[in-house]
C-alpha cells in the first residue's frame, strides 16, 4: 500500500516546557487550528484532549506524554494560493503532524526524555513572565543530549509582566546563545493584539473569536526602528551559517527572502541555530504560525542521518536509513496499561515498515512477538492502522515481553538501537494493602505501573516483609497509589516518605574473602582477593576482571561479581545501595572439587564487605535543585529558612513584584516545605523543586540517619 504522505512531509515533534509555561494549552489549538477538534479545550475548564487522565484534569497538569496526529497546510500556501481549490491545496501543501505533549512537572522527567529520545524536533514553550525556569533548563539538557533540533514559543505575553526582550535574553543568557528572534510582539500586556514577522517585515493581527482570521496590518511607526535592528541582526546571524550567504550581504547584497529561509532551515536543523516565536495560546494568538514554522524550520524522518545500532548477532555496527525500503528497525518508548485493551507499546519506526500480521523481533530480549492490532494514538483514542512506515509513530496492542528501550525489528537483519536511560528515583514510602484480600491484586497492580513507568521501583524489604515503591518525588508516588486506587480497585496504606540515600566510597581497600565449609562428603571452597576504589559522582559501578594464569577459573567470575553486586545492593555502612564504586578482582584460589558457584559468590560478598570498610565509607544523599518565587517583603524570612534547612543559595533575581531565590538543598529537608512555605509568606509564595545530584552526607547527620535505621 503506498504511503498517504511522502516521508517528507511528515514531522514527529514533541512540545516541553516548565510546568505552567502553557504547553497543554498550545496542544489544544494546535488541535482546534488543525481541524482535529471543532472546540478547544481549556485546562482551567478540565476539558482538554490532551489531558484526559482524571488526575491531570482535577489537578490542571500533564502527568503522562499524550500522542496525536494532526495535518496542517501552512498559512502562507494557504494565502499565496488561494486561486487552488482546498482539495489541490490539501495535496500540494498539506503535511502531517505527529505531536506529543510531555509533562512539565519535575516528577514525570521520564516521559520528557523518552519522548525527545524518538521525536525529530521540538517546540520549547516559555512563560512571557517568567522566561527560563529550572525545568525549562533540565528539559532544554535532554534535547541536546539528543541532537534535537528547536523552535522556541514565548507564551503568555497578555499578562501582566509579561516582556519578549527579558524572556529573550533568558534564553540566550541560560540555554544558547543561538537563539534569534524571528517575530517581535505589537503591544504587550493587555495591549498585546498581533505579531511582526522579521524576514517578511509584515505585521499581523488575529482576529475572530478564536484568533482564525489573520489579517496582515501595517508595521506601528513606534516599532520600525526596532523591527530594522532586529531584522538587521536577524540575517547577519543566519548568513554566518552559509559561506555564500556570507559572501553575497558582506558584498553589500541581501540574500533572498527564499535563500534566508533555506539556510535557516540548514542552521535550525544543525542546531546551530534556535528560532523564537512569539504569542498568547490563551488568546488565541501566533499558534499557526508556529506550525508554519514547524513546517519549515523543524526536520522531516529524512532530513536526519540514519539511525546506528549494533548488529545482535554479528555485534558489528550498522545503519538504517529512514526509508520503506530498508528493513524494519522501531524503537519501543513507552508501554501504557489501556483499561479497553491491555497493555499498549508506543513505538518509533526508524526504517522499514511494520505491517499488521507480519512476525517482529524483540533484538533486545531475543524473543519474537506477533503483530496483532496497530494502533495510531490521537490522545487515548485509538485509530486501527494496517501499517506505520518508516518515520512514523504508532501502538501495537497486546505485545507480551516487550518494555521501554526494547528493539523490534525485522528477524532476518537483527539490530539493538540505542537504548533510553532513565534517572535513579530519590524517594521512598512503604505500602501495604487496605486488606488481606487486596495483596495479590496489589503486586500486580505495581507490577503494571512499573512497566509503564522505568523511573517508578518495586522493591520488597526482607528484614520486615514489607513492600517499598521508589520514585522521582511525592507528587510521582502520590498519583501511582491514585493510579492503584481508580485503575486497579486496590487502596493502599502509606507511609511517610523516605531519602532514597546511597553509600560509596572515599579512599582505597583492598580485602580477601574466604568460604570454607568441610562437612563429611564434598565441601565448599571460595577464596577471593579485590581491591576497591571511588568513582567519579554520577559513575556507577565498574567490575575488573585482573585474574592471571588461571588462579580462579573464568566459570567462576561471573558469580564473584553477582556476589559483589548483591553485597553493593545491601550496602554496608547503613543498609543503602552502594554507587560510583570501582571494584578489581585480582587474586584468589580455588579447590579442584570443592570449589562452587555458590562459594565463590559468598566469598565476592565477604571480600567486598571488608574492602569498603577499609575505603573509608561515607553516605551520599540526593541534593535538589529549588526555586522559590515569593513577594519582596518575605524574601528575608525565606531566605532565613532556607538557610536552616543546609541550603547553598546560588542565584538571587527579580521580576515583577516578585523575588526569586535559587537555591540546591538536601531532599531530606525539603518535606513538608509546601505548608512552611505558605504560613511565611501568606500564602503567596511558591516553589519548584528537581533533582540535581547526589552529595555527601555531613558527619553528625550521618550519624543520626545510620542511628535511625538500626532502631
Not at 537563539?179 to 495591549?191: K, T
Not at 520488597?460 to 511525592?474: H, R, V
Amino acid at each position: 500500500m503506498p504511503r498517504q504522505y511522502p516521508i517528507e512531509k511528515v514531522r514527529d515533534i514533541g512540545i516541553i516546557a516548565h510546568i505552567d509555561a502553557g504547553k497543554t494549552t498550545v496542544t489544544e489549538r494546535v488541535l482546534f487550528y488543525t481541524g482535529l477538534t471543532h472546540k478547544i479545550g481549556e485546562v482551567h475548564e478540565g476539558d482538554t484532549v490532551m489531558d484526559w487522565m482524571e488526575q491531570e484534569r482535577e489537578r490542571g497538569i500533564t502527568i503522562t506524554s499524550a500522542a496525536t496526529t494532526c495535518f496542517w497546510v501552512p498559512t502562507y500556501a494557504a494565502r499565496t494560493h488561494a486561486d487552488l481549490d482546498t482539495d489541490q491545496r490539501r495535496k500540494t501543501f498539506e503535511h502531517r503532524i505527529n505531536l506529543i505533549d510531555t509533562p512539565g512537572h519535575i516528577d514525570f522527567t521520564v516521559e520528557v526524555k523518552r519522548s525527545l529520545r524518538v521525536l525529530d524536533g521540538a517546540v520549547v514553550v516559555f512563560d512571557g513572565v517568567a522566561g527560563v525556569e529550572p525545568q525549562s533548563e533540565t528539559n532544554w539538557r535532554y534535547a541536546d543530549e539528543y541532537g534535537v533540533p528547536r523552535i522556541c514559543f514565548v507564551n503568555k505575553l497578555d499578562r501582566m509582566g509579561a516582556s519578549f526582550e527579558k524572556s529573550l535574553a533568558s534564553i540566550r543568557e541560560r540555554l544558547t546563545p543561538h537563539a534569534i528572534a524571528l517575530q517581535w510582539p505589537i503591544g504587550i500586556e493587555e495591549s498585546f493584539k498581533g505579531v511582526i514577522d522579521l524576514l517578511t517585515r509584515k505585521a499581523y493581527a488575529f482576529e475572530g473569536e478564536h484568533g482564525e482570521r489573520i489579517t496582515e496590518i501595517p508595521i506601528p511607526d513606534d516599532l520600525k526602528n526596532i523591527v530594522a535592528k532586529e531584522r538587521h541582526e536577524l540575517v547577519e546571524k543566519i548568513a554566518e551559517t552559509d559561506d555564500r550567504l556570507l559572501r553575497t550581504y558582506l558584498e553589500g547584497n541581501e540574500p533572498t527572502l527564499e535563500e534566508l529561509k533555506g539556510a535557516l532551515r540548514k542552521a535550525t536543523l544543525a542546531v546551530k541555530l534556535v528560532p523564537v516565536f512569539c504569542g498568547s495560546a490563551l488568546k488565541n494568538k501566533g499558534v499557526q504560525f508556529i506550525l508554519d514554522a514547524v513546517v519549515d524550520y523543524l526536520p522531516s524522518p529524512s532530513d536526519l542521518p540514519p539511525v546506528k545500532g549494533i548488529n545482535s548477532q554479528t555485534h558489528a555496527e550498522e545503519e538504517r536509513k529512514p526509508s520503506d525500503d530498508e528493513s524494519l528497525a522501531a524503537l519501543a518508548f513507552k508501554i501504557a496499561a489501556d483499561p479497553f485493551v491491555g497493555s499498549l507499546t508506543y513505538f518509533r519506526v526508524y526504517s522499514g515498515v511494520l505491517k499488521r500480521g507480519s512476525y517482529i523481533l524483540n533484538a533486545t530480549k531475543g524473543e519474537q512477538e506477533r503483530v496483532g492490532r496497530i494502533v495510531r494514538m490521537h490522545a487515548n483514542h485509538r485509530e486501527e492502522a494496517e501499517e506505520i512506515c518508516a518515520g512514523d509513530l504508532g501502538a501495537l496492542v497486546g505485545l507480551k515481553n516487550t518494555t521501554t528501550g526494547d528493539s523490534l525489528v525485522d528477524p532476518e537483519h537483527p539490530i539493538i538501537l540505542e537504548r533510553i536511560i532513565f534517572p535513579e528515583p530519590v524517594i521512598s514510602i512503604r505500602i501495604e494493602p487496605k486488606t488481606k484480600a487486596d495483596q495479590e491484586k496489589m503486586g500486580l497492580a505495581l507490577h503494571r505501573l512499573a512497566e509503564e513507568d522505568p523511573t517508578f521501583r518495586v522493591s520488597g524489604d526482607l528484614e520486615t516483609g514489607e513492600t517499598i515503591i521508589a520514585g522521582m518525588g511525592e507528587l510521582h508516588l502520590e498519583i501511582i497509589v491514585d493510579r492503584m486506587k481508580r485503575e486497579f480497585g486496590v487502596e493502599g496504606s502509606v507511609g511517610r516518605p523516605q531519602v532514597a540515600y546511597k553509600e560509596t566510597v572515599k579512599g582505597k581497600g583492598d580485602a580477601e574473602g574466604k568460604y570454607i565449609r568441610q562437612s563429611g562428603g564434598r565441601g565448599q571452597y571460595g577464596h577471593v582477593k579485590l581491591k576497591v576504589e571511588p568513582l567519579p559522582r554520577g559513575t556507577g559501578f565498574e567490575f575488573v576482571d585482573e585474574i592471571k594464569g588461571g588462579a580462579i577459573p573464568q566459570e567462576f567470575i561471573t558469580p564473584i561479581e553477582k556476589g559483589v553486586r548483591e553485597a553493593m545492593e545491601k550496602g554496608v555502612m547503613a543498609g543503602y545501595p552502594m554507587t560510583d564504586v570501582k571494584v578489581t578482582l585480582y587474586d584468589g584460589s580455588y579447590h579442584e572439587v570443592d570449589s562452587s558457584e555458590f562459594a565463590f559468590k559468598i566469598a565476592g560478598s565477604i571480600a567486598l564487605q571488608e574492602a569498603s570498610k577499609q575505603a573509608k565509607l561515607v553516605m551520599l544523599e540526593p541534593v535538589m535543585k529549588v526555586q522559590v518565587i515569593v513577594p519582596e517583603n518575605f524574601l528575608g524570612d525565606v531566605t532565613g529558612d532556607l538557610n536552616s534547612r543546609r541550603a547553598k543559595i546560588t542565584a538571587m533575581g527579580e521580576r515583577v513584584n516578585v523575588r526569586v531565590v535559587d537555591a540546591l538543598v538536601p531532599l531530606s529537608e525539603m518535606f513538608g516545605y509546601v505548608t512552611n512555605l505558605r504560613s511565611m509568606t501568606q500564602g503567596r509564595g511558591s516553589f519548584t523543586m528537581e533533582f540535581s545530584h547526589y552529595e555527601e552526607v555531613p558527619n553528625n547527620i550521618a550519624q543520626l540517619i545510620i542511628e535511625g535505621k538500626k532502631k
